[in-house]
């Protein structure tokens, strides 16, 4: 009867039904795409010289924002990750600067980074301080750190062996860096789909006490995440300073809350446990399109900070308003013309 | 019976806020030493809350939001717009009064939009607030522009420049009348035990009758009031709006809150600890100072101290739950 009832439901239903097909990514993907067409066509956008920095602004932002996600599944946080790129940024830059290439600077870059949120997953989870006092109190700690670097945390007049890999790209636009985050964000999501650590990850920010029960150790799974966010933040910081021939080390204070605004935006759950990386991935480039499309469409750089507060605020509250009820509402609509020929059969 | 039971009693526990009492007098001993006595100078001594009245002020409040399990990093940006309608206000209307009724306004407007999406929907108050810091330091960018406004009348810097019998500045009795207003509320008054009551268990509270959305309101929104009185403070001593003035202060008046005991996770709330550790922090700055280190050192002590206290808060902690299954 049952199986029948809903055959028969399913008929009628054959024809397209947005309502069956919407989920959050969906919709966040939409809406990007609308932001990227109107800026895509308003502007002088398409010229390759803004699409190539567009996509280099994506290509850190991606890295350290996969490496957030990651970390705010679990329900923690860190909000020192911002400083902690400057660090892994100056390290390589001055490893650069020697002469070193880049098999040598780039694992300098991530070994830096392993040690600075290191530093925070033994805080955290040996001594149980909640994450994001642990991370603030980090970041007063680097902060303090920026001027005890030789020549004020700043690295000039950096040379080729430096900046080629911010500066190459294929097909005349496309940033190698581009390509690297890329191949970063395919590999985790392979890894988010397939390995089995993802899984003690939802476990943990799901419900701690029943992945004890399940035979998870959380510290251990969020001590591993924090080195792996270490790793991710060294890569990223490489990404992010390579374009540029002066690396100023306090120039990313403050970028974990673009961040944790991708992230944010892209749905994952600040609680823990809710959350993908494909939503995260096009929060980035939401979040990347506003700040570039303030620039193209003539605002000043002042009106960046706003729009981005009130794009966070909107697309909160967007997850937040029960998309089940409102699929609902939608099949109400969509299947008005069937009730009534219900209605007329009984 | 009453006699032996007390005798049992150890005579001295260790309590958090014996720490930081410990721990602010170590230190001004401490740079006592270092910068030869200039410290001990009443002058001295009392002009250390100068540089942190502001964070003090909005300290007090964050203790209160903090206490639920909340969290407002939105109060440096609200100040800073604050200052920056001020200024603005005051530049094309020569008129203080209006000035500062606007500044107080925006403060109420900016706690009021903060408080309805935090006690209305479901949004967790570190996003909110992290939306809102974007929003309110962006607003009062597109308001200011370049402009720094820094013309005020004559009498307004009286609160940074005057002082009582010219030893303790007025800054600081404002700080300690707020401090004991908010203790008064804070230790007295139902609202301090509603507050730990949400931050303990919010469901519980609920069940037992507390306005869980009423109160959270109220808190946010008073945050956002206690930073407009912030700004007004700032500028008195620093007669220059713009705004990125606040844009480290969030993160300093955090960390006072938490150097103070209160707990993080909601539940556990200590004005008196907050009071102190603002101290702690003058006497750190003004120390810093004194020996001739400036900058981003005392960020880089303060960090350490923070790590260093919540270390310690973690042991005691432990070390009451031995106590407690023994």
Redesign the interface.
């Known amino acids: 009867m049952m199986a029948k009832s809903s055959k028969i439901q399913g008929e009628a239903n054959n024809r397209f039904n947005p309502a069956k097909i919407l989920n959050k990514e969906m919709v966040l993907g939409i809406i990007t795409l609308i932001a990227f067409v109107v800026l895509y066509s308003l502007t002088n956008f398409k010229t390759e010289a803004g699409l190539t920095t567009f996509l280099k602004d994506v290509s850190y932002l991606l890295t350290a924002s996969i490496a957030l996600t990651l970390i705010i599944l679990t329900g923690n ?1 860190d909000i020192s990750a911002g400083t902690m790129m400057g660090l892994c940024g100056y390290a390589a830059a001055y490893v650069a600067k020697l002469g070193y290439e880049f098999y040598v600077y780039i694992p300098v870059a991530i070994v830096v980074g392993v040690l600075l949120a290191g530093i925070n997953g033994i ?1 955290i989870t040996r ?4 994450s ?3 991370t ?13 670097l030789p020549s004020g945390g700043w690295v000039e007049n950096l040379k080729s062996n430096f900046t080629f890999l911010g500066t190459t790209t294929i097909l005349g636009f496309i940033p190698i860096i581009f390509i690297i985050s890329l191949v970063i964000l395919a590999f985790f999501l392979v890894f988010m789909k397939y390995s089995r650590f993802s899984k003690k990850i939802y476990a943990v920010g799901g419900n701690n006490h029943a992945a004890v029960l399940a035979g998870i150790n959380p510290d251990r799974v969020v001590m591993q995440l924090f080195l792996l966010e270490g790793v991710l933040i060294g890569i990223s910081s490489i990404l992010f300073y390579t374009p540029k021939t002066i690396v100023q080390a306090n120039s990313t204070y ?1 970028m974990e ?1 673009l961040f ?2 991708a992230t ?1 935006v892209g749905g994952t ?3 823990g446990g809710k959350g993908k990386l494909v939503g995260t991935a096009i929060g980035v480039v939401l979040v990347s399109i506003i700040n570039r499309a303030m620039i193209f469409l003539g605002f ?1 750089d ?9 794009v ?2 909107i697309v ?2 967007l997850a ?1 308003i029960d998309l089940k009820k409102l699929k609902q509402y939608l099949r109400r609509i969509l299947s008005n013309n069937q009730q009534t020929v219900r209605r007329e059969n009984s | 019976m009453e006699h032996k039971k007390a005798a049992k009693k150890p005579k001295f526990t260790i309590t958090y806020i014996g720490i930081l009492i410990a721990l602010l007098v170590g230190l001004i001993a401490l740079f006592a030493v270092l910068a030869e006595g200039t410290i001990l100078k009443p002058s001295v001594l009392f002009g250390l809350t100068e540089n942190v009245t502001e964070v003090g002020l909005m300290a007090l409040a964050l203790t209160f939001v903090i206490t639920t399990g909340g ?1 407002d990093l939105s109060v440096g940006s609200t100040m800073a717009l604050s200052a920056v309608m001020l200024g603005m206000t005051y530049e094309t209307t020569n008129n203080i009064a209006l000035a500062i009724f606007v500044s107080f306004l925006t403060g109420l407007a900016c706690g009021v939009l903060n408080g309805v ?1 935090i006690a209305k ?4 108050p ?3 607030t ?10 009062a ?2 308001i200011s ?1 370049t402009n720094i406004f820094s013309t005020y009348p004559e009498g307004f810097t009286f609160l940074a420049e005057k002082k009582l019998f010219n030893i303790v500045p007025y800054q600081f009795i404002l700080f300690v009348v707020f401090y004991i207003i908010f203790a008064l509320f804070f230790y007295r008054a139902n609202i301090g035990r509603y507050l730990r009551a949400i931050g303990y268990n919010e469901k519980a509270a609920k069940f037992m009758g507390v306005g869980v959305g009423t109160n959270k309101f109220f808190i946010y929104t008073l945050t956002g009031l206690m930073c407009s009185l912030a700004s007004i403070i700032y500028l008195s001593r620093l007669p220059a709006a713009k ?1 990125d003035i606040g ?1 480290n202060l969030n ?1 300093e008046a ?2 006072a809150v ?1 150097l103070g005991g209160t707990n ?2 909601g539940g556990v709330g200590s004005v008196s600890g907050t009071f102190i550790a603002v101290l702690i922090l003058g006497v750190l700055r003004k120390g810093l100072q004194l020996i001739g280190l400036g ?10 101290l ?2 260093i206290c ?2 310690g ?3 005691l ?1 432990y070390v009451k739950k031995k106590r407690l299954r023994n």
């Open positions: 946080i805080i001594f149980k301080v909640p994001i006092v642990a603030l109190a980090m970041i007063n700690v680097h902060l303090g750190l920026f001027i005890l403050g809350m944790i605004t944010v759950s600040i609680m000043q002042y009106y960046s900070n706003a729009v981005q507060g009130v966070i605020l909160v509250l937040v | 969290i999406i929907t479901k949004i967790a570190l996003v909110t992290l939306a809102t810091m974007s929003l309110y330091y962006g607003i960018r597109i522009g705004p844009l993160l955090i960390t938490v993080i996770m900058g981003n050192i005392y960020n880089f002590i303060l960090g350490i923070l790590v919540l270390i808060f973690s042991y902690d």
